[in-house]
């Protein structure tokens, strides 16, 4: 158990002792309805359509599920999601005073009886540090009501810290006793911590969409796979969305983060890995194909513009 940094408010104290009992705990509304109601509006409009050049929208790695990126650039409430008082105490307190937020993304689970996701847990940080047991937390907030495809997680699990994999179906019913399912309308929200046994439940009977917020020490190096494509790299804010900062509030969100920076610096300087090289490169194929079409309309749209002037103007002699 870590050490406390500093005491947990009265409301953070339940919370926290949950959290750190069965890594999981359901919180209290974080939001009003009127700045949820925002956030639902922001975050479906970016589901209209898939990212691509100067589109912006979800991109898609799987069939059932949309990605939105950062999702600090939708709508304020997102922002006063990410630090809240209530969340920053808590995490204090569980991970330890130099947590950071290092990703915000939401996803869109498109109603399905496919079980595409199955029973997990996160892996995130460099096998070098196994011994550590650095701890990782996520924020999830519900935007839709959700009664299937809902979260479960395994409780206590998070404490048995073996190696992230999958887990079989026969693995988890022989832990049914412990499990914990989270259902509620748009608005609720959880923390979890990330090395307990987790899933999204089938089937999704109406579509799901929720928000994640990834909180962990920044400075814990991360595994390679993540380095190859680029997570956690510095985040993406709107300044008009930002209200007045506390010094902590700064330092959670990166804010001259110079461990935020060495990450920066390595994905622009090595690249980052694609996902599908060919749908990509086909794409790129099509849209210089389109653009050189269109400068060869505009050539000709010149020429013939210079001839109808030239010949009017031996008309008019």
Not at 37 to 43: D, G, H, N, V
Not at 94 to 118: C, D, M, Q, S
Request: aromatic content about 8%.
């Amino acid at each position: 158990m870590n050490a406390l940094s500093k005491p947990v408010g009265t409301l953070a104290s339940p919370v926290f002792e949950k959290l750190e009992r069965d890594g999981i705990a359901v919180l209290p509304s974080l939001l009003s309805p009127a700045r949820l109601q925002r956030l639902q509006q922001a975050f479906d409009q970016a589901l209209e359509h898939p990212q691509f050049n100067t589109w912006t929208g979800y991109e898609q790695n799987e069939k059932w599920r949309r990605l939105v990126e950062n999702v600090l650039t939708l709508d304020p409430a997102a922002v006063q999601l990410a630090i809240h008082p209530l969340v920053k105490s808590v995490l204090d307190a569980y991970i330890g005073p130099e947590f950071a937020l290092v990703e915000a993304r939401g996803w869109e689970t498109i109603a399905t009886k496919t079980n595409f996701h199955g029973w997990h847990n996160d892996a995130w940080f460099h096998p070098s540090v196994t011994n550590t047991n650095p701890r990782e937390v996520k924020l999830a907030i519900y935007l839709t009501d959700v009664e299937s495809g809902f979260f479960s997680y395994i409780k206590g699990s998070h404490k048995e810290r073996g190696a992230a994999r999958h887990w079989s179906p026969a693995e988890v019913a022989a832990m049914e006793d412990r499990r914990e399912n989270v259902k509620g309308p748009a608005g609720t929200a959880f923390l979890f911590d990330t090395a307990g046994i987790h899933c999204q439940s089938t089937p999704v009977l109406t579509k799901r969409n929720v928000i994640f917020f990834n909180y962990h020490d920044p400075a814990v190096p991360l595994q390679d796979i993540d380095v190859e494509y680029g997570r956690y790299r510095p985040l993406i804010l709107n300044a008009g969305f930002l209200p007045p900062l506390s010094a902590e509030d700064k330092r959670i969100l990166g804010f001259g983060s110079a461990l935020g920076a060495e990450v920066g610096k390595a994905v622009v300087g090595r690249g980052v890995t694609r996902r599908y090289p060919m749908i990509h490169d086909t794409l790129r194929a099509a849209m210089k194909l389109r653009l050189e079409i269109q400068e060869m309309d505009r050539q000709r749209r010149r020429v013939t513009g210079k001839l109808a002037r030239m010949l009017g103007g031996r008309a008019a002699r």
